[in-house]
């Protein structure tokens, strides 16, 4: 009895202990980069270690600031909303290989709306 129980606890530590699990902790941190489109600018988002997501979206033509507010799963998929109340949304993936992360941006305030496309990587923990 003691070997079976022996052999099932191994191969649930094998199991349970899979290197390639999904976890939110690769992603928590500073990711930052720029985005481009109708718009261009920076933008720069902190992930807390509930997958809460929360930023801005400097636009480099206008001077405004955006808010950026949304979660990160935990294979890396963002979906946030641009502003305060939700003017647009900014979406897209962070990879935990090589800490990039990129996605498409729209802006629905003011008319007429904006779009394109962002990038960035993973800048501190």
Do not use: H
């Not at 990160?72 to 979406?91: C, K, N, V």
């Not at 800490?99 to 941006?105: D, F, R």
């Amino acid at each position: 009895m003691k070997k079976i129980f022996l052999l099932l606890f191994t191969a649930f530590l094998f199991i349970g202990c899979s290197k390639d699990e999904d976890t939110i902790y690769d992603f928590i941190g500073t990711w930052a980069g720029t985005y481009e489109g109708t718009e261009k600018g920076s933008w720069n988002i902190v992930v807390a270690t509930d997958g809460k997501v929360t930023g801005t979206l400097d636009a480099e033509q206008t001077s405004e600031n955006y808010l950026i507010s949304g979660y990160l799963s935990e294979s890396g998929e963002l979906t946030a909303t641009i502003g305060s109340p939700s003017d647009g949304e900014f979406r897209g993936t962070l990879t935990r290989e090589d800490k990039k992360a990129s996605g498409t941006w729209v802006n629905e305030v003011p008319t007429p709306s904006r779009s394109g496309t962002w990038k960035g990587e993973k800048t501190s923990k």
